[in-house]
């Protein structure tokens, strides 16, 4: 199948040909194609002077880069320590018995690849699942049929424009569980979330409004507009970053855990307003919008 | 100059030498495999092992890739580096039991046992192929993939490089090499020629332009006569 790779010399561009940020291309590249096409990393290497070889073995070296045409529907199981412990592996072959393929693998109807994943840093809601983007927490054998159907009905997607929904959530962080909520520290009139971002070289505290909703935000440096930026937990300083890219401008998602079960994941670029909330719901059948 | 001792002989050397070029100038034998003079020092094999420090503090480190320090105490062949030199040996000979060169390392260490399940791969990850394609033939052919235990030695995709010569020096370097050639699939070949009891390089059209770097070759022998 040939493909236009016009794109990928811009993405090359936009990135001044650096040699260190191969890693960061090659993410855009995949975001774009859904894998790595043979031809793109041909540009990659032609333009960024980096022989095929070394372009390749990066390529072949990460797990979440593919040189195969992956499936419409990405289905990530977790088999980090704590979803391993929490049953992950169970999971996983549910997966496996139900979509007929192995992990790793495309289903010949191009629906679902199944992969397993060493760890998707939401471990305080492990045995976790992940469906483009879309975090299943707490899964057991028998709700894989569901997210498996639920998937193919289409999995909902946050109206930015269209959603007017606001309610104040209490959020955590995704790898330790501890809370991010500052009772200290009002944004429009409710406790605000607080987080720790970096972007260049400065490094300081982020206040988020909990309204869901209400895209009020008070740091302590000036994020220009556009910027994309690092986001941490100020528990255990780990990186608060999702799997998937923002659905409006493919930005890495922000996690963190609702509550009363759920996710919720906010883009990291300042001033996008890309958003998604999975709430748990045992059921399952409307996992957003549920509350 | 760095002052160091080496097996208790106080010697200098220049700085930016290697332990390894330090022993072996004043003498002292350390064996090597994935080591050889031009090109990179890449420390894989572990064979040449050294001890340096001295009680609790002491450890092993790779001679090839460790500088010489001022003071550094270095014995290149203590009971603990001859130990652990013996089992380096072992798994390499157990991951490539073909290898004349691993035989001959496992002969003249008194390596007389094999404990581990012979593997027969036809690749240690030695990087000897890598670092001579890139720095002596200067054409980065092949490279490394995947990682773990799915790592391995290729061109781009598994079809010809581009960038390949066949100019052979993967396969005239390689430790572990008989088994690399590709012959039913001369596509994907490199030299194109091997070993074989019965070579498959014989008069073939696929293989008439390549050249062959085995030595002995078979094929060879037998085309000469």
Redesign the interface.
Known sequence: MQQDITPVSEIVEKYGRRRGAVIAMLEEIQALYGYLP?ET?RVVSEKTGY???????VA??YKSFSLKPRGKHLVSVCLGTACHVRGGPAIAKEFERQLGIRAGETTPDKEFTLMTVNCLGACALGPIVVVEGHYFSNVSSVKVKKIIKRTKAGLDKVEIEGDRRIFPVEVSCPRCNHSLMDSEHLIDGCPSVRVTQSFGRKHGWLRLSSLYGSYNVESEYEVPEKTVVNFFCPHCHAELRSAVPCPECGAPMVPMVVRGGGMVQICSRKGCKGHMLDLRNDDLESVSGGL | MITLKINGLDVQVEEGTTLLEAAKFFGFPIPTLCHKDGLSPYGACRLCVVEIGEGPQAKLVSSCTYPAEEGLKVRTASERVVKARKMVIELLLASCPQSKIIQDLASAHNVHQQRFKQEYEDCILCGLCVRMCQEQMMAKAIGFRGRGERRSIGTPFDIKSDECRLCGGCMYICPACQLRCTYNEPEKAICGACANLSPPCLDKEEFKDMMCYMEPCVACEIKDE
């Open positions: 043979p990393l022989s095929l070889v070394d372009v390749y073995s072949t070296f």
